[in-house]
């Protein structure tokens, strides 16, 4: 049985999660910082792209539906594929923002709250699973949800896509000309 408490619980966490990532990722990091238009930053905006672009699939497979069986490990694979991408972007950001002075300590303040919401939204909403959703051979979906989620996920969902629509955009528009290594995508 699906615990409904859990659920809303990760969905409301999911909601401050996605505040704060606006403000970091939209805010700080686009306007603020313009980090896709920097040559030395652009490696990190990649990995914010990487990043932006897994957000949606995750909180649809994880937080919009029950997923249960074979759906809920795709969507256990992606988090964690997210967590790795995640910790690329922390190793590139001591080179991307050098010539800034460093992370601000606002800014790196923020990210630890970051981490810290995100994973507990994803702990939240699988402990609300029961164990046999987690059975390869369990159904893709267990019952349903209670009402309000479907509300409440609407908004990461569709501010998900876009913002994964603009990092794209932005990191095709400033794409480094000619010879380009990301050091660390190599390193």
Known sequence: MVNPVL???GVLVLQAFAVLSAIDGLYIHLWRLGLHRRADSYCEHLW???R???FAPIVVILFAMPSAGALLWVGVGLAIVDQIVGVFDV???NDSRRSLGGLGRGEYALHVVLVAVHVAATVLVLAARPASAW???AP???GAWPASVSLLV???IVGGIAVAALHVALAWRHRPRGAFCCAALVT
Request: charged letters at 5%.
């Open 135 to 137: 059975s390869l051979s």
């Open 7 to 9: 659920v809303i619980a």
């Open 154 to 156: 609407a908004g990461p």
């Open 140 to 142: 893709t979906t267990l």
């Open 91 to 93: 190793l590139s950001e």
């Open 52 to 54: 932006s672009v897994l």
């Open 48 to 50: 914010h792209t990487a």
